[in-house]
């Protein structure tokens, strides 16, 4: 039998035209674990069948709403017959999504109220940059990149020179990583903070943040057009 002629039969090619991707790619998906072991043929060909099919529709519908890296992991998971792993990843990232629409929704009332920071040399007590690097779930050398790159601006102890930040740079701290989140430039970010430092800066943070709210919008719409073609995927399976 002919396999490239059998119905239930796809070449590398036929996935790869369906998405606009090379053959070469569904290979490297298949070898990753994206989608299950192939065929062969008894010249050694792949055979590809709808079960791949629709694991590779899954996979590329994941990717937009969960990022190449979780997409990867929820298909290896599945793949392997390993659900329980795979859906907690999909429960983060919504968890996740849900806690920048906390943080936007903290920080857009005070950016459109324009309320004045408090001043830094008041009594609000210094955090070290340990503590706020656990706060954001980052490290510490990532702040001091941050701070290298002009974003934060942490205040020194008088007495031990350790970086230490009051509250101003907490909110600094929490703008950019909400902004770095929403995939922009450090460079960017630098120039946002900068402005919202000073007078006029309040109108650059907005918009900055309601393109990020629309981002966001965005992804949700692709997590749930992502889940959509893995339960497809999960029928097929399960059939």
């Known amino acids: 039998m002919n396999p490239q002629r059998d119905a239930n039969h796809r070449r590398p090619a036929d996935l790869a035209a369906a998405h606009g991707i090379s053959a ?19 010249n050694g060909y792949r055979v590809y069948t709808a079960v791949h099919a629709a ?5 590329v519908a994941l990717i ?21 792993s795979a859906f907690p990843l999909i429960d983060g990232a919504h968890a996740q999504l849900q806690a920048d629409r906390a943080t936007l929704d903290a920080v857009e009332p005070a950016i459109r109220d324009l309320v004045p920071p408090p001043d830094p040399d008041g009594p609000d007590r210094p955090v070290p940059i340990g503590a706020v690097a ?6 510490p050398a990532t702040l001091r990149k941050w701070e290298r790159a002009g974003i934060l601006r942490p205040h020194r102890d008088r007495g031990t020179h350790h970086r230490v930040y009051r509250s101003t740079d907490l909110r600094d701290a929490d ?42 919008s965005a992804r949700a719409r692709a997590m749930l057009t992502g889940a959509a073609h893995l339960d497809a995927y999960l029928r097929v399976l399960d059939a």
């Open 134 to 139: 656990h706060r954001l779930g980052l490290t």
């Open 175 to 216: 703008l950019a990583h909400l902004l770095r989140r929403g995939g922009y430039p450090l460079a960017h970010i630098a120039t946002v903070l900068d402005q919202t430092r000073r007078a006029g800066g309040a109108g650059a943070l907005a918009a900055s943040l309601a393109d990020w709210r629309n981002r966001l």
């Open 24 to 42: 070469q790619t569904v290979r490297n998906y298949e070898q990753a674990g994206m989608i299950p072991p192939a065929g062969r043929t008894p």
């Open 55 to 59: 694991a590779l529709d899954a996979f």
């Open 64 to 84: 937009p709403g969960f990022g190449h890296t979780t997409a990867g992991e929820i298909m290896r998971a599945v793949n392997r017959g390993d659900r329980d």
